[in-house]
């Protein structure tokens, strides 16, 4: 209790004194800068001439003509209209050049009129005792203010260490200083020139120190944009195993923007982190897009619309944008003419993809050089529960695309599958596979038109895993969970996925165009799968808050496991039969894939169509399974047959 009211005290004090109004504040400021200038004059002739006598003999006509030159030229010089609490090492050089030009003005008086003042040593003194003396109070007055304002924070502050000893990381730690509610414990860098040395008076410690003073801080923020992103990862690990929470500092970009402030701390990327570089070349060139005409299908989707964003950067001559929802659509039509410079003829198509007549007349009014359909239902568990529904998006958007590129001699169609296609055990995946043998069977018939020497169009796939922030991702349902506290739920401690980001995943697909030679299924070398768990744990200590679990009961969130889902597998493949061969990118490879003979599918395909027409659930499901004999029929199906 003795310390709050004496704080309280201290605080009462200081606000009374600095309640003064403007006008008030200034005249203080000029009595305290008179009494300045008298006192710098007085003490440099006490140090020079050492007698009292010869002091006050050479100052009385000196001090007072100090005094009416100095405060003058401290107001024409706008030294009373700097806000105290901001005051740096600028307003330090400033009011030095103030003083030096009132001792000048002095000492040229002084020997003008042969005044009986100091000698040149004595102003020379004053100068450095007035520049001292001023710039000091100014300070003090600063760091008042600034004290005062921490006394409205929260007493218990937040302990923090900063990754990256930079210039950048001096002006964060002092904006979390002034911000009163963060104490900089250290800072912590591997370069090996820099530790053990300071910043502000903050030791520069090693990555591997961590682990020592792991009880001393609350948070860890990173801070350069250069630092190696491999050892990032590791740092990140390392806090991980030791539960700190890790967030990063707002780029310069936004803080200049005013998108973020400089002292506003945020969760990591998270594709940031858990990724290798990019295995795609951002410079690439494709020239077959170039002053082209391109279809888009899904384009308002997380893939489609990021195809779009790089499309354009290649200069189609125009961009087809097709897609089933309105309000996608419209979005991705305004976002595109916004980034659009040039001449691009933008064409927006509201409509079902497995209509062929409207496909059909699309491609052919627009002249359509090369698609890339990304139209598809892929939420596991909706389309496991609409069978029918999920089979005439899913199949026959591919088969009427297919069939409408094919007729109208479109360049090049690269069709997006998914690795849940590989030895399915969810419907999405079946509907997706035999998409891809959808696609297969026309490129085999289209191989036949070209060792004939036709014209033919050119058929390619491209599959990989699950994608960061795309819609249906658990990114963005983890988020949420944690942004309501919690908990996070997961389907199996032990299940894994591929990931990979939605601009890698973009890239992937407008390279293949490159790459495909004719019934191609790329994929991308996605490094280990990861556990879902760890990365639920990743986002929580990124987020700031620690795990609730059986070793930490008092953490933040929860995971919570709610079992596998209808046709959900614990883990997914790139691969159908493990055969993979390299292309002229290293991390990228065209898989050596089965496939069914056009004159064998076609007539299964006719006799779907049927099915689906007459709602004959059992017997499409009959039919796909011996088209794909690997699939494995879930619970969830088998008892929407015996209804």
Known sequence: MKNIDKKNLIKNILNNVLSLNTKSRRLVLIFIDSFLISFSLWISCLLIENSHKIVLT??????PLGITIGIPIYI????????????????LYKLSGRNLLLIIILAFLSNLFQLKGPNQYCFFISWLILT???GSIRFVFRDT????SRFDKVDKKTRIAIYGASNRSAEIANALIWNGQYEIITFIDDTKNLIGLTIKGIKILSSNDIVNIKDKIDKVLLSSEDINKKQTIKFINKLKKNNIAVLKIPSVEDILSGKSRIDELKPINISDLLFRNSALDDKRTVSEITDSSVLITGAGGSIGSEICRQVIEAKPRKIVVFDQSEFNLYKQEMELKEAVKGDLEIIPILGDAANFNLMNNTIRENNINTIFHAAAYKHVPLVETNILTSIYNNVFSTYSICTAARDNNVQKLISISTDKAVRPSNFMGASKRLSELIVQAFAEEEEIKRNQGKSYTNFAMVRFGNVLNSSGSVIPLFKKQIMKGGPITITHRDITRFFMTIREAASLVIEASELAKGGDVFILDMSKPIKIKKLAEKMITQSGLTVKDDKNPYG????????LRPGEKLYEELLIDEQSLPTKNKLIFRAKEKSIKASILWPKINELRFMINNYDLAGAIKLIKSLIPEWTISETIKRQLNE
Do not use: M, P
């Open 58 to 63: 050479n100052s009385y006509l000196i001090i």
């Open 145 to 148: 203010f600034n004290l005062i």
């Open 556 to 563: 933040d969130i929860e995971i919570k496991e709610t079992g």
């Open 132 to 134: 001292y003396t001023t």
């Open 76 to 91: 024409l010089t706008n030294h009373y209209k700097g806000v105290t609490r901001y005051e740096g090492s600028a307003s």
